[in-house]
């Protein structure tokens, strides 16, 4: 029990003062770090003085401010360095989170007094870091037993902490560190679904708040906690919270259509009562300035989270029929002139199909998810589209919903190049392949539709390849085997050869996507059967080489 230099509470209170004066111990890092860590074993070896269980609350304490000091907007200069060595060697080195135990009789005790009464401040913010680092490591181990017994513990003092910061009343989230631990402790009870045992709430409480949790983003009086609210609502919509936590690890589990059904409900709401006109969305940061004064959209990771929640809302609400035609529309209306005022603006200013593209074109994976929410949206309301004007891919065009148009922008943004194509085919970061098999079902039908939305980006002076560069031309294609070739590839080089139309230049592209894909499976050099695929891009070629 005893350390360097004194007993371990004498070093345990030491560095407390040090934190709370933001000053440096007179131990190393690795020192502070390994009576830490004997202090939060301490209870175990409870012995006639009593002092040993005060040893491990106060360790709980001191990891929660260490990390404070390391991590917060302001940390710099030698005590931050200090904090953050501790903190690495007490993370790395020492592996504390698993030293904590599961559910250590102390710790709960010490967990729920907090969470159940402390005010914002640094007790509760320890409690809250040491729940969500303890329920990470065992997600990242799938540990699904331990995971249960923690949620087991747990529900009724999470669930009565998150009722107390983020109340119906929708008042403003309370201090910004506790607010963001909250929400990080949220984010992976959500990621946690599989594991949970029936009746238990933490899974659910992001969904169950969603309301406030709307609210805070834009009532919360510091940006990084609106970001931070936003955030987690995207994933929560996406049904993919924890992914930075955890890796890809596929949908939460738990989440499940009454989840994602009352968070699309409560979007509806807010952006019925003109919920974006509030939120605030700071310049992107750059150095030597900011995007505002280089009169480019503000901060692009906030936008697009938004862009996700409105539009995966939208989809939801029209997938099960609990909208029609017309609150979609208002809704994306909404949506495309709060992301315009931000600073999302295409070039054909009179066109919102380009906002969607513009605004998730540095972020692939996000990007297929916007353009197979919007396209799922067409899909269920081309009828009602269809009955307010003869021609639905118009109406659709108004609604910035035209999925042609959304797909070509996608060829542009990838400057038409199928080989970009191709790694979106096979990477499992992104949903490209779902996406892409349902719009070639559709463009199988709609072969007007997509001609119109080629002339329409031509009249706009939008080109697949922003270099000038027709790659129909510049293509080598001497190594190409005979046997790989599309029907209608001949015909298409010596008519498109000289087109550098929209048109011609996405026809180029599918052709040489569908040869490749049959040259690799010919090869089996393609890690699934993509046979459906290909028969599918061989009737859309043929469709659109057919004059
Ligand atoms: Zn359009």
Redesign the pocket.
């Known amino acids: 029990m005893a350390s360097a230099g004194g007993s371990l509470m004498d070093v345990l209170c030491e560095v407390y003062e040090c934190s709370v004066n933001a000053t440096r111990p007179s131990r190393t890092p690795a020192e502070v770090a390994r009576a830490i860590v004997s202090g939060v074993r301490a209870h175990e070896t409870a012995g006639p003085h009593g002092n040993e269980t005060d040893a491990s609350c106060l360790a709980l304490t001191l990891i929660g401010r260490m990390v404070a000091r390391a991590t917060a907007p302001a940390a710099h200069g030698r005590v931050a360095g200090f904090y953050r060595d501790a903190v690495e060697v007490l993370l790395q080195d020492l592996d504390v989170v698993s030293q904590m135990g599961v559910v250590s009789p102390a710790w709960h005790q010490t967990c729920q007094r907090a969470l159940l009464s402390s005010p914002a401040g640094p007790e509760l913010d320890s409690v809250l870091w040491s729940l969500t680092r303890v329920l990470q490591k065992l997600l990242q181990d799938n540990r699904q037993e331990p995971v249960r017994m923690l949620l087991m513990a747990f529900d009724t003092s999470v669930s009565a902490s998150t009722s107390r910061f983020l109340p119906a009343d929708r008042s403003p989230l309370g201090a910004p560190d506790t607010s963001c631990l909250l929400l990080d402790l949220l984010e992976l009870l959500t990621a946690s679904g599989s594991a949970a045992p029936a009746g238990t709430r933490g899974p659910k409480l992001t969904y169950i708040h969603a309301a406030a949790l709307i609210a805070a983003v834009s009532r919360a009086p510091h940006y990084f906690v609106s970001k931070r609210a936003a955030l987690l609502l995207k994933r929560a919509a996406l049904r993919k919270a924890g992914e930075d936590w955890l890796g890809a690890s596929g949908e939460n589990a738990a989440s499940d259509a009454s989840d994602i059904g009352v968070l699309a409900a409560a979007v509806s709401d807010a952006l019925a009562a003109g919920w974006l006109t509030s939120v605030r969305v700071e310049s992107a940061r750059f150095f030597g300035g900011t995007s505002a004064a280089r009169g480019g959209p503000g901060d692009s990771v906030m936008l697009r989270a938004l862009g996700l929640l409105v539009i995966k809302s939208v989809q939801h609400r029209v997938v099960s029929a609990a909208a029609g035609a017309a609150e979609a529309g208002g809704h994306l209306g909404s949506l495309w002139r709060f992301l315009r005022q931000k600073g999302v603006r295409p070039t054909d200013t009179d066109?919102d199909?380009g906002v969607l593209p513009l605004l998730f074109s540095e972020q692939d994976d996000d990007m297929m998810e916007a353009a197979k929410a919007a396209l799922v949206i067409f899909l269920h309301l081309r009828d009602d589209w269809r009955q307010d004007d003869s021609a639905p891919v118009r109406a659709s065009?108004v609604a910035g919903c035209?999925p042609h148009?959304h797909f070509l922008f996608l060829l542009g943004a990838v400057s038409a190049d199928h080989r970009i194509l191709l790694d979106f085919l096979i990477s499992t970061e992104t949903c490209f392949l779902d996406y892409l098999v349902r719009y070639l079902r559709y463009l199988r039908t709609d072969r007007r539709g997509f001609a119109a939305?080629c002339r329409?980006l031509d009249a706009g002076g939008r080109s697949l390849a922003p270099s000038g560069g027709c790659r129909l031309v510049d293509y080598d294609d001497s190594d190409e085997e005979a046997s790989g070739d599309s029907p209608g590839s001949e015909r298409l080089r010596s008519n498109a050869g000289a087109s550098d139309d929209t048109l011609g230049r996405a026809l180029g592209c599918l052709v040489r996507l569908r040869r490749m894909l049959a040259r690799l499976q010919n090869k089996n050099l393609f890690p699934y059967k993509a046979d459906s695929l290909l028969k599918l891009l061989t009737q859309v070629i043929q469709l659109l080489n057919a004059d």
């Open positions: 066109h199909c065009c035209n148009c939305s329409r």
